[in-house]
């Protein structure tokens, strides 16, 4: 391995250690996994060692507002079909929680590396990332994230003259305006369900048209770029024209549209589509999310919802009514403080559903329920929810950190 040949310096050996000793000390206090502070006491031992550790990797970086998590393990799944992988798997998606992962990694070949949208452009400026992979980018975290528009910018002037290959979808304009400072993207047709985000031009602020699947500027000419990859129903479309299933097991047509962009990557480093999709098969449940977990005799579907982008894909997987619902929403920091993004959700799309609200924001989602003419209750805590709901599978949908609270309670 070239890491071998070119060994870390003493300093970021040290740096390793101590902050892998200081992760574990966490973990053994039960203060979670211990990868952030880790990472944290490494970085601070050796400022460059985020560029050290990955030297020796062919390094693949992920950044999306939804699907970045998913996404990144159905690529390291695939890739594992050409070498060892590093992967921070369990989503601790800033410079501290991603030295931590890449510190674990010494004999791997590849670094799949799911990125914070704000951190994106300078992890990339760090690790020399061989491929980029852009899904989507839509309102989250107002009171952090600022508009989309500034993020699509950041990411497009520190994306300008990137090495790497950039894979970017090319239904989402915000998306297509950040890659299009690259020199070598290829364009995945992976579709985009919330639109609410993309009604004015990123190049010039003129107002998009949206004929059927298609998009352009009507005032500068910024237009939808031809893809070279999609996703069509239940196959990928590789760039030969060949059709290739997907068979996850994961659900719904979010997840498809992360296959397809997870083969685009894959090929890239030579893995063909379909022996990349055939061991995307093996991916579950993702940090919990999609689980079904037994909780006091009933049987619970556990699904992340965290901006309105991600609650509009959810509607979409849920069993059909008179399933009970279950909804959670806290507004700490790692959530954004801002609730008002509740205001965009659709909720008329639970009409029928019995729905039960719990979280520290239970009022202000109860206010909006009852805006959109939704029957609901509103309850103490989980235990209390599952006990009122009808019988049969319940599905829980919860945002951030509402969703930690109830893989803790429930436990998963």
């Not at 950041?154 to 979808?169: D, Q």
């Not at 239970?362 to 599952?386: I, M, T, W």
Request: aromatic share 6%; proline share 6%.
């Amino acid at each position: 391995m070239a890491g071998n040949s070119d060994p870390l310096t003493p300093r970021a050996k040290l740096a390793v250690t101590a902050g892998k000793a200081v992760a574990a000390a966490s973990r053994a206090a039960g203060r979670g996994s211990g990868s952030v502070i880790g990472g944290k006491v490494a970085l601070k031992l050796d400022p460059d060692l985020l560029a050290r550790l990955a030297q020796h990797l062919d390094v693949i970086l992920v950044s999306a507002t939804n699907g970045k998590t998913t996404t990144t393990r159905l690529i390291a799944e695939a890739l594992r079909a050409a070498g060892p992988v590093v992967s921070n798997a369990l989503g601790a998606n800033m410079p501290a929680g991603i030295t931590s992962a890449l510190a674990g990694g010494s004999d791997a070949k590849f670094g799949v590396i799911e990125v914070d949208e704000k951190y994106l452009a300078g992890v990339a400026r760090d690790t020399a990332p061989k491929c980029i992979a852009l899904l989507n980018l839509s309102r989250d975290q107002l009171d952090r994230a600022a508009e989309t528009r500034m993020l699509a910018e950041n990411w497009r002037e520190g994306l300008a003259g990137s090495k790497a290959v950039i894979v970017a979808n090319a239904d989402d304009p915000l998306i297509v305006w950040a890659a299009s400072s690259s020199p070598n993207v290829i364009w995945v047709a992976a579709g985009q369900m919330w639109k609410d985000d993309a009604w004015s031009c990123p190049s010039c602020g003129g107002v998009m048209q949206r004929p059927g699947d298609d998009w352009f500027c009507g005032q500068c000419g910024f237009r939808r770029p031809t893809p070279s990859w999609a996703l069509s129903g239940d196959h990928v479309l590789d760039p030969h024209g060949s059709a290739w299933p997907i068979h996850l097991q994961l659900p719904g047509r979010a997840n498809k549209s992360n296959a397809a962009a997870s083969a685009a990557v894959a090929a890239v480093f030579g893995v063909p589509p379909q022996v990349g999709l055939e061991r995307m098969y093996q991916v579950q449940a993702v940090a919990g999310r999609y689980d079904v977990v037994q909780f006091m005799q009933r049987d619970l579907r556990l699904l992340l919802a965290k901006n309105p982008a991600g609650w509009l894909e959810t509607f979409s997987l849920i069993d059909p009514p008179p399933t009970p619902v279950i909804l959670s929403v806290n507004a700490r920091g790692a959530d954004g403080t801002d609730t008002s993004w509740l205001w965009d959700v659709d909720y008329t799309q639970l009409t029928g559903h019995p729905i039960f609200v719990i979280g520290d924001r239970k009022l202000d989602l109860a206010v909006r329920l009852e805006v959109a003419n939704q029957y609901f209750q509103v309850c103490d805590s989980a235990d209390q929810a599952v006990q009122m709901a009808p019988p049969g599978r319940i599905e829980v949908i919860a945002n951030y950190t509402a969703f930690q609270d109830l893989r803790r309670r429930v436990g998963n």
